[in-house]
């Protein structure tokens, strides 16, 4: 846990150095080249008083280089401890834990936690001091749990820190039996179980469909334990059929970070829908996406207590999140390559895209070290300019079959649509081979209408013809 929270400080301390230093920078710039003379009337400012700005300005720098070398000074302490468990996370990797359960050791231990007068800035809360996120794992009625469970445990950094709830649906006993062979032999783990077992009321159109009730029944019985009873600041969702990969717990450490900072942002995700083998190559590459992904995914308790908690949906509850009511222009961040994986073809939605996109998604195997890792780059007022002239002004323009023969010259290609036409992206997807379904008018994975995928070597863009104003 030792690099996780040196990290999570460094990480964090440099974010807010670079934006602020910056700002004063250019605050300062801008005083000095005015050139005033002392009470200029146009301004107001006097020479004294510019000078006592920058020399303000020069105490507050001065300040956060000091937080951040001692920050740094923790940090390279801490590091040192991480490094002589370098083994045991590369044996976690390539060796799988065995089954049944029995005292399969977390890849960094407990005795690495930040000391609890350092938690981490600006990752706890305050109801829960100690605790980055909570991980919930929605379980039913497959033993098959025990996959799930064991990539968790083999990655997490800490059990204070990720407590680990699973929360059973079904009442089908030879899965619970599973999930408390595990609350027995680890440290925070708690097995919750849902009691409304009854069928619920299925409106004749949706006949057959009762399982997609059953499971918002669910979540918003978790959601109630977590955030209104347990009072955890933020929860990291994920079902029973997903594995993890090794940075899993530093992918949302981080983006727990940035969900604190940009209001723009509501939700964090682990899950590239076109995050096939050919359509991905960066595992340090984050992007923002209009479209609300799950499968592996955190949101913080301010939503659910302010928003979504009285209004949540009695059936398809994740359609639900996708539309616009809940959305409200809000994004989520996204990964190029994926950090969960799903293997169960078998579920209430009977393997529907499984064999011909799901089974193919690549998981991430080269953990990034995400709390040292610059995303700055992915706050609005950052990523927004930048992201529409790549799109738009550094991209080849190209037509559907160019980018199917591969013979395109540029590293970045444009293939558009017309968004007002709905088979238009259909069309586009299915020749391309990424996913070709709207939700509420939004392509999965997309941004501004634009799903960016690798294509033979080229970085696309599926984008709308400009003007684009926005979803239907």
Known sequence: ????????????????????????????????SSSLAPNDKNTGITNAAMMQTIEGTRNQIHELQQILLQVKEASNHQQLKLQQQNQLVEDAVHKPAPIPVRHVEPAVHNEQLVPMDKPLPGLMSDSQPNVVAAVVVLACNRPTVDRCLQLLLKYRPSAEQFPIVVSQDCGHKPTAKVI?????????????????????????????????????????????????????????????DLDVAP?????????????????????????????????????????????????????????????????????????????HEQRRDRACIRPEISRTRTFGKVGVSNGQFYDQYLRYIKLNTEPVPWLDEDVSYLLKSHYDPGFKKAVYEQSTLV?????????????????EYDYSNKRAFDQLATRLGIMKDLKDGVPRMAYMGVVTFHFKGKLVHIAPKQPFNGYD
């Not at 918003?220 to 029973?240: C, G, H, R, S």
């Not at 037509?399 to 293939?415: D, I, K, M, P, W």
Request: aromatic share 14%; net charge negative.
């Open 247 to 323: 940075d899993f717990f530093s992918y949302f450490s981080m983006g727990k970070a940035l969900l604190q900072a940009d209001p723009t942002l509501w939700c964090v995700s682990a899950w590239n829908d076109n995050g096939k083998s050919e359509h991905v190559v960066d595992p340090r590459k984050l992007y923002r996406s209009d479209f609300f992904g799950g499968l592996g995914w955190m949101m913080r308790r301010e939503l659910w207590v302010n928003e979504l908690g009285a209004k949540w949906p009695n059936r398809f509850w994740d359609d639900w999140m996708r539309e």
């Open 180 to 240: 408390q062979g595990f609350v027995e032999e680890y440290d925070n783990i708690i097995h919750i179980e849902q009691p409304d077992l009854s069928e619920p009321q299925v409106e004749p159109r949706f006949r057959g469909m009762g399982g997609y009730y059953k499971i918002a029944r669910h979540y918003k019985w978790m959601l109630t334990q977590v955030f209104d009873k347990y009072k955890y600041d933020a929860v990291i969702i994920v079902e029973d």
């Open 1 to 32: 846990m030792a690099r996780r929270d040196g990290l999570a400080s460094t990480g964090l301390i440099l974010f807010l150095l670079v934006i602020t230093g910056y700002l004063l920078v250019e605050r300062q710039s801008c005083i000095s």
């Open 399 to 415: 037509s559907v079959e160019t980018a199917l023969s591969g013979s395109a010259t540029g590293n970045q290609l444009r293939v």
